[in-house]
């Protein structure tokens, strides 16, 4: 029927699928971190459907930085911050992804947490295209989040000593 699109999964013949990660930490003392992390990968994908050749090879990577640092007054930033590189496949182009989160929390007598988070929202925007088609797909996760917690402990504070040894967090 025109204007129809029927979409399932397909088994090619063969799938090579190949990566690498590479992750660094830093910690400079207690009061600053700072961690990266580097992703390569990539797939050789081979094989016909109905006499139309699928075969695609493609690589991509992905990244991400984080840090924590203690500000003064006892409030603590964390930060992360990732990407997603473009990838083409044999029926579909991917662009690149952008993820942000940011925190900042300040605690009291042991006892007494404050928490404000700010995360960005997550898009996915790729093309699908096949003779005699073409398709823009859109996908959002989540708009901006903002987030304020609180959190008290009624029984001893969360450094406590005799809590660690018990190993328990309750």
Known sequence: EAGTVLSRPLNLERE????????????????????????LYGADQRGQFRDEDLSANFSSWSAGLRT????????????RFS??????????????QVVAFMGISKRWNDR?????????????????FAPGFRQTLRQSW????????GSYRF???????ERRARGSIR
Do not use: C, H, K, M
Not at 18 to 38: C, L, M, V
Not at 89 to 95: G, H, T
Not at 155 to 161: M, N, P
């Open 16 to 39: 090579d699928q190949y990566g690498f990660e590479f992750i660094t930490n830093y910690r400079a003392d207690n009061g600053f971190s700072i961690g990266t992390e580097f992703n």
């Open 68 to 79: 924590q640092i203690d500000l003064i007054a006892g409030v603590q930033f964390q930060g």
């Open 83 to 96: 990407y997603n590189a473009p990838r083409a496949e044999a029926q579909l182009r991917s662009l690149g």
């Open 112 to 128: 007494f947490t404050l928490n404000f988070n700010v995360r960005s929202p997550r898009y996915w925007n790729a093309e699908a």
């Open 142 to 149: 989540t708009i901006w989040r903002f987030s304020l917690t």
């Open 155 to 161: 029984e001893r504070g969360a450094d406590s000593r």
